[in-house]
């Protein structure tokens, strides 16, 4: 199969709608993360334990993860873009709110929390309002770039920090509402509704994917690759200052890093599953990431080391989750909202396991080495799951409807 050109991508759906996808991913996202870079400030204040601070920065991701079932499900019944034009607008009224009220309370900042999930359920509206728009062959690329909205937790790691030292926590998600505020205004201009979209169905109808062991499958995948992703992305900034003594805003800029090439690495990771298949690019980075969790979990006495290392990690988990969502669009075409919303969903556990964990093994050993651990040996469960179905998946996965090339698992 020859590799398609760059202009047959771009001609074979509708790149204003990618944009505006990867627009209100992105700024989603940025918001989505906030009280991680934002954690050090906050745990200063407020006077939080470890254990606080891990479940603090937790609650949103938990949040964006359970909320991305009726995301889901509202995208396929209702269309995507309507869903994202109404939750980007309840961020906005939830980011002015706290804007105007403050922090007063621990209980507060959770509440805040489950606010800002809002903007991590975008994962289930933004990714299929793109895949419908795209044939099978460009599905990997298609929602790598839409999925690359991951690089938001990047701007919030790199300028809440400095942003806060300067005018105030509250402040910051002033100057985020006015953002998403904008986004809201581009995605409206730019944004359409795919021309194939399902007939909305009764409500238990949904469901019926639960009952598919691959989607089963596919949540625990993702559990794994965009959970030590976004978990990694909210727990670093308080991993940085915690362990190397590192000030807020310089522990938001080596999050920023991690994070950015965890963001920006996953329409690669969806190029590649597409030029040589997603199961086999996907066990290797399973393998990769574990590696590298378990040097993470000896206490790296070095900064720069342990930075780099952490590189490694997000990279393999960016490439990981853009190699996931290369295979799902080609086992689910008609029901891709709804997977999505469940993919979602556990990948949004996965980073709420890892950031709060983290926090708790610090608080009962002292050390982060459990948390590191267990993700690692979830990388390797993931890696035994992904061989006992490759040959099956490989045998009858099949291009989406209307394809007429042939799709590598």
């Known amino acids: 199969m020859s590799l398609p050109s760059s202009k047959s991508f771009l001609q074979s759906g509708h790149t204003p709608t990618l944009f505006a996808a990867f627009l209100y991913f992105d700024i989603s996202f940025m918001v989505w993360v906030l009280l991680g870079p934002l954690g050090v400030q906050i745990a200063k204040l407020l006077a939080l334990d470890p254990a606080q601070k891990g479940l603090m920065v937790a609650i949103p991701v938990l949040s964006g993860a359970l909320l991305r079932i009726p995301c889901g499900l509202a995208a396929d019944h209702f269309g995507a873009r309507l869903v994202a034009i109404v939750t980007q607008i309840l961020l906005v009224i939830g980011l002015a709110a706290v804007w105007l009220i403050g922090i007063p309370s621990y209980g507060a900042v959770l509440g805040i929390g489950v606010v800002l999930g809002i903007g991590g359920a975008s994962f289930a509206v933004a990714l299929p309002l793109v895949s419908r728009w795209y044939p099978g062959e460009h599905q990997g690329a298609a929602m790598g770039v839409a999925g690359a909205g991951n690089i938001g937790t990047v701007l919030t790691a790199l300028f809440a920090p400095e942003l806060a030292k300067l005018f105030g926590v509250p402040d910051v998600f002033g100057i985020a509402a006015v953002i998403m505020a904008a986004t809201v205004l581009v995605f409206l201009v730019m944004a359409k509704n795919p021309p194939v979209h399902c007939d909305p169905k009764p409500l238990a109808a949904y469901f019926k994917v639960l009952g598919i062991a691959d989607t089963w499958f596919f949540m625990g995948f993702y559990g794994v690759t965009f959970g030590g992703f976004v978990g990694l992305s909210a727990a670093l900034t308080l991993y940085f200052h915690g362990v190397y003594g590192l000030p807020p805003v310089h522990a ?3 999050t920023a890093l991690c994070a950015f090439v965890g963001g920006s ?8 599953a597409d030029r040589i298949g997603g199961v086999k690019v996907l066990g290797a980075l399973y393998i990769l990431a574990a590696a590298a969790l378990i040097v993470l979990s000896l206490g790296l006495a070095s900064f ?27 086992r689910f075409g008609k029901e891709i909202g709804m997977v999505t919303g469940f993919v979602g969903m556990a990948g949004g556990v996965g980073g709420f396991y890892l950031a709060s964990s983290l926090g708790f093994s610090k608080q009962l050993t002292g050390s982060y080495q459990m948390g590191f651990l267990i993700f690692a040996g979830l990388a390797l469960v993931a890696f035994i799951g992904l061989n006992t179905v490759k040959q099956r998946w490989r045998a009858n996965f099949v291009p989406l409807e209307g394809s007429s090339v042939s799709v590598r698992v």
């Open 252 to 254: 938001g800029f080596a």
């Open 304 to 330: 720069w080391l342990a930075l780099a290392v952490f590189v490694v990690v997000m990279a393999a988990f960016g490439m990981g989750d853009g190699a996931v969502f290369q295979l799902i669009p080609i």
């Open 265 to 272: 690495i996953r329409p690669f990771g969806g190029y590649l």
